[in-house]
């Protein structure tokens, strides 16, 4: 399979998904949406109330702040993929479990990285981040560069922690700033990924150089 066509086989898998109870009180499953060829994969923690309304993540307000976070460094949300650790919305808004986040990223997100293989993944929010960089706290590490997996991965807040703490707001934008220079020296870092190839329990590395 091509990636556009794993891409779509995961995202119509998603929609029929049944593999952990957040499917029983779901409108929409949102699988994510974007290129499959994007530099930068973003990932939030779950969708909200609009995305499980709609099918689509990030359309609410944390969604109007990423696309002018985005526009901010000359890009539109058409060039990024953009998805979450779990593809249906906990009810009320709760925090997704372990074992939720578990099913639906060994599923589905680690299938949709593969198939798109981007420059840098962005996560949004500590739940993303936890999966990849565990034990670390979200105020000591935003906007760091850290080699997970032979992938550059850059955690940030979510665009909603700084929509409700106003005082996060230019942190995030100074976090997103850097992006550009960021998807020029990933080239870097998966050369080098090529050259001697991850073992798949390598710990994070925190790149100083960046
Ligand atoms: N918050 C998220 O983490 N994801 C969305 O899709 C929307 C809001």
Redesign the pocket.
């Known amino acids: 399979m091509n990636p556009i066509e794993e891409l779509s086989q995961v995202g119509k898998e998603v929609t029929e998904c049944n593999l952990c109870e957040l499917h029983f009180s779901r409108k929409n499953a949102?699988p994510g949406e974007g290129p499959a060829d994007a530099d930068i994969v973003f990932i939030?923690?779950?969708?909200?109330f609009?995305?499980n309304e709609q099918g689509r993540?990030?359309?609410?307000a944390?969604?109007k702040f990423l696309d002018e976070l985005l526009g901010k460094i000359g890009m539109k949300r058409e060039q990024v993929f953009?998805t979450?650790v779990v593809k249906c919305r906990p009810p009320g808004n709760r925090d997704p479990k372990p074992e939720e986040v578990g099913t639906c990223v060994s599923h589905y997100l680690e299938r949709q990285l593969a198939a798109i293989n981007p420059k840098v993944i962005v996560t949004?929010?500590r739940h993303s981040m936890g999966y990849f960089i565990p034990n670390v706290k979200i105020g000591d590490v935003h906007g760091q560069s850290f080699q997970v997996r032979g992938k550059l991965v850059i955690p940030m807040y979510?665009p909603?922690a700084a929509l409700h703490q106003g005082s996060l707001k230019p942190v995030i934008e100074k976090d997103f700033a850097r992006l550009p220079e960021l998807i020029g020296k990933a080239s870097q870092v998966n050369e080098n990924a090529k050259q001697s190839p991850p073992q798949s329990q390598e710990p994070p590395q925190q790149l100083s150089l960046f």
């Open positions: 949102v939030g923690e779950g969708p909200g609009h995305e993540p990030f359309v609410g944390a969604g953009i979450n949004l929010g979510h909603a």
